[in-house]
Structures are given as C-alpha cells and as structure tokens.
C-alpha cells in the first residue's frame, strides 16, 4: 500500500525560526512535491526534485529551499518562517500518472 | 495567471441526486486530467483522470468528461452519497512520457455538501 508520511501533523513556529518539514515515501518514487493549501488558493506548487539531490522551482518558491539527499526522503525549508507563510503543507510521491499525498502539515507563523 | 480554474468555491446536492462539479483550463499543452478529494485534516486522494485521447472516463459512480474544444472538464458523481462531501480539486498536466516528472497544476477546489 502507498504511502507518503509527514514529520508533523501540526506546527507552531515564531517569526525568524528555521523551519524543517519532512517526508518520506516508500514506493520508491523518483519524483516528488511539497505544495501548499490556502483557502480560495487551491494547491500550490512550491519545489519538486525528480531524483535525488535534484530539485526544480515550482510556482511559488520565494522563502523556502529543499533538500534532497535520499531517494525516499524530501525536505522543505523555511529559512525565516514569516507569518505569510502560515499554511497547511502537503507533500507528494508520484509514479506514472498519479500523485500520493502525505497527511499534510498545518503550521501557524506567530 | 491561474490556468486551471474552479468557478464554483461551493456545492450543494440532495442525497441520492447527480453532482456535477465543473473546471476550465487556459493552457492548450495540458493533455492528462485528474480529479482530486480532499477530506478535512487529510491529504488529497486521487478520484479519476482522463487523458486527452478520450472525452469520457467512468469508474463506479464517478465519471469526467472532457470537451477539449472548450477546454473544459466536468466530474459528475451519481447517485451522490454524504461520504462524497469534501473538497474536489481537479488538475491537469502537458506531456504525459515515461520520465512522469511533469507537474500537476491544481484548480481552487470546489467544496461539495450532500445533503441527507
């Protein structure tokens, strides 16, 4: 059964932190996402790494970086989280044709 | 620049009735489609595609049309049940290959309410 896990379900992190979300899959996916959900935003796209130590912008890339340094692991970083960047974060595997979703991560900017 | 469009934030159906949740697109190079729910708290969960070889896609009560002409697609769930409220999203992708790194871009969502 697919799989995609995120470090977090829930976030609370003060303006200037640095900030590690985290996901791992285990279908063995080249490719995978980290996406953010606003309300009237829909998904959003932020980086996608289509191997491993590689990484591409999505649409939205300004204020965060990713790391990639294993096949099953990909991490977004926030360099200095601001509170326009509260948000529910998700995560993605894809194969083929279909992209798998983590549970997502809802972090709160103070 | 939005290039994939859901007009309608929010829809309500009768329990037992057809619903029909619509989505435009603006980018002629788009050539696979897919349907997303999304329930509170969880993750998407992939509902149905449809490539652009085909103008239709039935799975179970779940079937999308597409109308490339129009560049429009359209999901309708019959006979609608409660589990189907949540948020559906639909997306779509331009050049489908055997690499599969091409990136989905995401509609606004449509938040669907049956109504017992």
């Known amino acids: 059964d697919v799989k995609v896990t995120q470090s977090s379900r829930y976030l609370v992190k003060r303006t200037g932190e640095k900030v590690f979300l985290e996901c791992v899959q285990d279908m063995d996916h080249e490719n995978m996402f980290w996406y953010r959900q606003d309300p009237g935003l829909g998904l959003r796209l932020i980086y996608f790494s289509y191997d491993v130590k590689m990484k591409e912008k999505g649409d939205i890339p300004e204020g965060y970086s990713v790391s990639r340094e294993k096949k099953e692991r990909f991490s977004l970083i926030l360099e200095s989280a601001s509170t326009n960047q509260t948000s529910m974060y998700l995560c993605?595997?894809?194969?083929?044709?279909?992209?798998?979703f983590g549970p997502g991560t809802r972090l709160t900017v103070t | 620049d939005q290039q994939v469009k859901q007009n309608s934030p929010s829809l309500s159906v009768q329990e037992g009735r057809i619903s029909i949740l619509n989505c435009d697109y603006t980018n002629s190079m788009f050539d696979y489609f897919l349907w997303y729910k999304k329930y509170p708290a969880e993750g998407p969960t992939f509902l149905i595609s449809?490539?652009?070889?085909?103008d239709k896609n039935e799975d179970g009560r779940f079937t999308v049309f597409l109308n490339k002409s129009a560049k429009h697609l359209s999901l309708h769930i019959v006979p609608s049940q409660p589990g189907d409220s949540a948020v559906y999203f639909c997306a779509a992708s331009e050049g489908i290959s055997n690499f599969g790194n091409e990136k989905l871009t995401f509609g606004t969502g449509t938040r669907l309410t049956i109504i017992p």
């Open positions: 993605a595997s894809r194969d083929l044709y279909e992209q798998y």
């Open positions: 449809i490539s652009s070889i085909k």
